[in-house]
């Protein structure tokens, strides 16, 4: 092992770990993953919440130097998806077709005087010669749609196609894309996508054909000990011996993502000076950790709390709702309100949001349908930031609201406003 590791080496939340990755192999994801490539003839479908390692697992296993990758938050527009295909699979739509043809015409003779008489013997010995050309040729263009040069493509190499972040693209174009990766994925081609839980049936929803030929894999929860060997391997490849207390907090606190555990790690070693490998084992002593996991929340968090808080811009005044203790806010602040009053993570059942915004109401609490209202605006807000991932996710049709970011748990449990 290298003597001179980094600790931003070992522990890197939202990269692809080298010292820090585990495979979780009771559990055979990689296994499963890698059955897209043995001519599956299914559209495989990866789920999980948001930085639970889906998109490790499948980099692992179809590496992005090496397979055609795209993100789903870049994809705006249909002809865009199979241009950037294209261009990772380094081909070309037009090509140039041409030729030409060139006759020659040549003599050659001798000459003599003879009675004063100039006479041509075109058998005898060349004194001169002359020739002449005629060369013409055509040149034609061809061009070919970006869609058919890709589905061409990938017809013949068979390199794996990844959509990571496949619910960030908009229902119609998902369903021209999927419509049109069916022959490829029945030719053997691997196409993975990469969603979040309440997205999954996405493909299937927007092109029925797709029904039994969708394979999904789920990615389980991480259990307390996988979390924990994150910290004990990056912690052992440093060379640093950290109280197991700590490591049980990490993972206790990690709201089940690997992501989260990273960055704790990461943290704790800025926070404890713990730069690089040493060549002596340094050993770091009980301690409070509320500092680094406010920070992290306050860092993490903020920015779309208060997005969400604040709500789309209104022309009208929104109705002051007033909380017990005398706090004001609107129903945007109050839904906030009430689910950082649950420390809510993961699904949820409406009932359960509603009940908690009757607890924490001074006022008459809004109505049903106007909860329901605010929550699809949230998550349309949650949806069209494009500067970070989806972190809450409503299916009006389930009276189900998912959280789908651990951050914004995690920000939702530490944040002191």
């Not at 495979?23 to 001519?39: G, P």
């Not at 908690?356 to 807000?381: F, H, M, T, W, Y």
Request: hydrophobic share 35%.
């Amino acid at each position: 092992m290298e003597d001179n590791v980094n600790f931003y080496d070992v522990f890197v939340p939202g990269g692809f770990p080298t010292y820090t990755y585990i495979s979780r192999d009771s559990r055979q994801l990689q296994k499963k993953v890698s059955t897209a490539s043995e001519n599956l003839t299914k559209l495989m479908v990866i789920t999980g919440s948001t930085k639970s390692g889906k998109t490790v697992l499948v980099n692992k296993v179809y590496p992005q130097g090496e397979n055609v990758w795209i993100d789903g938050g870049t994809v705006s527009t249909e002809e865009m998806f199979w241009e950037t295909v294209v261009e990772r699979l380094d081909g070309y739509t037009e090509s140039n077709l041409g030729y030409s043809e060139n006759t020659q015409m040549s003599m050659a003779f001798s000459s003599s005087i003879s009675g004063g008489i100039r006479v041509l013997n075109l058998g005898g010995e060349l004194e001169s010669s002359g020739s002449s050309n005629n060369e013409s040729s055509c040149t034609r263009a061809r061009r070919i749609s970006n869609k058919v040069k890709a589905i061409e493509i990938l017809n013949k190499e068979k390199k794996a196609l990844v959509i990571d972040d496949f619910h960030y693209i908009s229902k119609a174009i998902q369903k021209n894309i999927v419509r049109a990766l069916k022959a490829p994925i029945m030719n053997g081609v691997p196409v993975i996508c990469i969603a979040i839980p309440s997205r999954k049936y996405d493909a299937v929803n927007v092109e029925r054909e797709m029904t039994g030929r969708i394979e999904e894999v789920s990615m389980p929860e991480w259990s307390f000990d996988e979390l924990k060997s994150i910290a004990c391997q990056g912690f052992e490849t440093l060379n640093a011996e950290i109280p197991e207390s700590i490591v049980d907090k990490f993972a206790e606190e990690a709201q089940g993502s690997p992501f989260l555990m990273q960055e704790f790690c990461k943290s704790f070693c800025k926070k404890n000076s713990i730069e690089q490998k040493s060549a002596k084992k340094v050993v770091v002593a009980e301690q409070s950790l509320d500092s680094i996991f406010e920070e992290i929340a306050d860092n993490s968090g903020r920015p779309m709390f208060k997005k969400l808080e604040n709500g789309p811009r209104s022309r009208t005044d929104r109705k002051e709702r007033t909380l017990k203790g005398g706090t004001k806010t609107d129903i945007y602040g109050l839904v906030l309100a009430a689910l950082k009053e649950m420390r809510a993570t993961g699904t949820i059942k409406y009932d359960q949001l509603r009940t908690a915004i009757k607890n924490i109401s001074a006022d008459e609490p809004p109505q049903r349908g106007e909860v329901s209202r605010i929550l699809e605006k949230i998550a349309e807000i949650s949806y069209s930031d494009s500067s970070s991932t989806p972190v809450i996710d409503w299916q009006k049709e389930d009276d189900m609201l998912t959280i789908t970011d651990p951050f914004f748990a995690f920000f939702l449990r530490w944040t002191k406003s």
